[in-house]
């Protein structure tokens, strides 16, 4: 069970390198960007819609700038209170992937929940855990995640357990170990064995050059995940060898 936070994409180990890395050059303007996002005035940015990508970058920019400030509470206190705006004004029911809509508010819950955990009180914490309860069944592998049957071939192979449903496990598995029991026991019965076999035994993905460049990218979101919480060396370290499939499938000779 993971411990210490930042756990979520990152850990304090991985903070520190980040925090040192902000004013870089091939950083900065990035970084300029997140700040600026965090800073944009919240009038007429949480409107309804089945997905806001503008109010997504205003509370992931509090969020971020909460973590590397070591606690500025204005910024958390923002985030939070940002993500709960986005709830009420979040229609999925109206995406075309509903799916998908649902599944980065799960997503986005989840940075919240770790990057300001300091910040949350007790019935905030309860009222995302809600929510995200609320989104998996949303989803089209449901919750219990049993809907499909499909790890490598479906949708079930993107994002919905691999990145959404994970980083909300991670997030919170001290308060709800049961989510994360499920999560994860899934993650490690089937996703990291079917990819590894892949990883092992062949350098293409199995979803070929159009679906495959989408799933892989899935599977590099679990990866990060998983070494966040020190289990990294759980997917085979041959995984970054199938992104070179993508690469040479461009080239004229075919090779």
Request: with cysteine; hydrophobic share 35%; net charge negative.
């Amino acid at each position: 069970v993971p411990s210490g936070r930042p756990r979520v994409m990152i850990n304090a180990e991985g903070l520190e390198r980040v925090k040192s890395n902000l004013l870089c050059d091939e950083h900065k303007e990035i970084y300029e960007k997140v700040k600026e996002n965090a800073e944009l005035s919240t009038k007429g940015v949480f409107q309804n819609s089945f997905t806001n990508d503008v109010a997504a970058s205003y509370i992931e920019g509090n969020a971020f700038i909460h973590l590397i400030t070591d606690g500025d509470e204005a910024y958390g206190r923002n985030a939070i209170e940002g993500l709960f705006q986005y709830y009420a004004s979040t229609d999925h029911q109206t995406a075309q992937f509903t799916y998908r809509s649902a599944g980065y508010e799960i997503y986005l819950s989840a940075r919240v929940y770790d990057w300001c955990y300091d910040l949350l009180k007790e019935e905030e914490k309860e009222r995302i855990y809600n929510k995200v309860i609320e989104d998996c069944q949303m989803l089209e592998i449901g919750w219990p995640p049993v809907k499909q049957n499909g790890t490598g071939n479906s949708h079930e192979g993107e994002y919905q357990v691999m990145r959404d449903m994970l980083s909300f496990a991670i997030a919170s598995c001290e308060d709800y170990p049961s989510f994360y029991n499920v999560v994860m026991g899934k993650i490690l019965d089937e996703y990291i064995p079917m990819n590894n076999y892949f990883y092992e035994n062949t350098s293409f993905h199995n979803q070929g050059d159009s679906y495959g460049m989408y799933r892989y990218t899935a599977e590099l979101y679990m990866k990060y995940l998983m070494t966040a919480i020190g289990q990294g060396e759980r997917i085979s370290d041959k995984q970054h060898m199938m992104a070179y499939h993508f690469v040479m499938r461009r080239r004229p000779d075919g090779a």
